[in-house]
């Protein structure tokens, strides 16, 4: 899998997470950013069966040193292969949750409606005649998967166990406000 983009966690969840769009050419295997997040879209829709190679970008080609190195400076995501290009007007807004464990994916609409699942996109269409050629398949809400190598320390294994003894400790008083009939479902 040959497919990235790197993400940098924001406190304002009204911009996406992901600032710098890359992909890695099948044959140098360097990475070369790309600048547009819709021509991002179009290289990824078709990955599996047009591989990226430098000479996509005008005036690269391999011989020319990498746009960009994958390390650990900043956190990286992968990208499902092949996910469909967002339809046109729409727009994918990936926010990564504050420990880097996961991304949420949104559609943001033409009108700036945020919508988080695909049952809140089909009811969506169904609402907005205007948009019948589309249907919630179009969309896909599959988050890229976060590379753990690149998550800052303390975040990182080490770092997740303690919040997972913490969110294990959060249920647990839960289950005491249970008790008392006092519930507090998301
Ligand atoms: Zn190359």
Redesign the pocket.
């Known amino acids: 899998m040959c497919f990235f983009t790197s993400l940098e966690v924001k406190p304002n969840v009204a911009k996406s997470s992901i600032d710098v769009y890359a992909a890695q ?6 990475w ?1 950013v790309i600048h547009s997040e819709e021509e991002y879209e179009e290289i990824r829709s078709k990955i599996s069966t047009e591989p990226f ?3 996509k970008k005008s005036g ?3 011989d ?1 040193a990498a746009d960009i190195e994958y390390s650990a400076s900043r956190t990286w995501v992968i990208d499902k292969p092949d996910l469909p290009k967002t339809p046109e007007g729409f727009r994918r807004h990936l926010v990564a949750r504050k420990d880097y464990s996961k991304l949420d994916t949104y559609f943001i609409t033409p009108k700036g409606k945020r919508l988080r699942s695909r049952n809140e996109m089909a009811a969506f269409l169904k609402q907005n005649r205007k948009y019948e050629g589309l249907s919630a398949s179009d969309f896909d809400f599959a988050p890229p998967k976060v590379m753990e190598d690149t998550v800052p320390e303390i975040f990182s294994k080490r770092g997740s166990d303690s919040v997972r003894k913490k969110i294990k400790m959060t249920k647990n008083e839960d289950k005491s406000a249970d008790i008392t009939g006092d519930e507090d479902f998301e």
């Open positions: 050419c099948d044959q140098c295997k360097k070369r190679y430098c000479n690269v080609t391999c020319d």
